[in-house]
């Protein structure tokens, strides 16, 4: 294995996939990305083709978490970021004059093009172990703690559904409009349906005073002073 495969090796676009995750300002995403670039260029020796390496397959992690839906699009990312990998170390290899003596061209085209492909994947594992670490230290609510809070199977949710039926169905209801409505003006459509979902989640307390939860006739208000 020629010694230039294990630079394209590292999981370097996990940091640009666990700054999409966190940061939803997608300048903050770019500058993150080249100066990450720029920083691991120097410290090779200031390769100019690791800097272009870096910087693609971040950018591609960066998009590929980007607005995910479900955990499975973090490993979905990982795949693409070693797709593109592999042709931008195919391209760098051979663009590049730093080859490593005594080993062929097409075999250190492979076990680059291999490296880079293993990183997008091993990228996409160190994100999702980092993820909720990240969470809990910077007291952030990432696209992947929506998917868990929207899980109807959720313990409050659950609970509204026993106590407050009526408005367990009017959160759902809701959750489903502005879903709707946020992708169709660009905004956070997981955010907005997991708000709508926990809007009313104060009205489990004493359900039977909202009317959505009322019986015909049976208005507790009534027999108020």
């Avoid at 090796?9 to 940061?23: I, Q």
């Avoid at 410290?43 to 397959?57: E, L």
């Avoid at 994100?127 to 969470?135: D, I, R």
Wanted: aromatic share 10%.
């Amino acid at each position: 294995i020629p010694t230039s495969a294990y630079k394209y090796l590292l999981p370097v676009a996990a940091g640009p996939m666990l700054v999409g995750l966190l940061v939803y300002s997608g300048e903050v995403v770019w500058l993150f990305t080249v100066f990450l670039s720029a920083a691991l260029g120097f410290m090779m020796d200031m390769s100019f083709p690791y800097f272009i390496f870096v910087s693609v397959g971040g950018i591609a992690a960066a998009r590929g978490v980007h607005s995910c839906k479900k955990r499975n699009d973090i490993y979905v990312a990982g795949l693409r970021v070693g797709l593109v990998n592999m042709v931008v170390t195919i391209l760098v290899t051979f663009l590049s004059s730093q080859l490593d003596q005594g080993i062929p061209m097409g075999h250190q085209v492979f076990w680059n093009a291999l490296a880079g492909f293993v990183s997008g994947l091993f990228a996409a594992f160190v994100a999702m172990t980092l993820v909720p670490l990240l969470e809990t230290v910077f007291n952030c609510t990432t696209d992947v703690k929506l998917l868990e809070l929207s899980n109807l199977n959720h313990p409050l949710l659950k609970d509204m559904s026993v106590n407050a039926l009526g408005t367990y169905h009017h959160s759902l209801v809701v959750g489903n409009m502005v879903e709707t409505a946020a992708e169709s003006i660009g905004s956070n459509a997981l955010l907005c349906r997991v708000a709508a979902y926990y809007h009313d989640i104060g009205k489990t307390e004493h359900s039977n005073y909202f009317i959505e939860n009322q019986r015909p006739g049976h208005n507790p208000h009534d027999h108020l002073s």
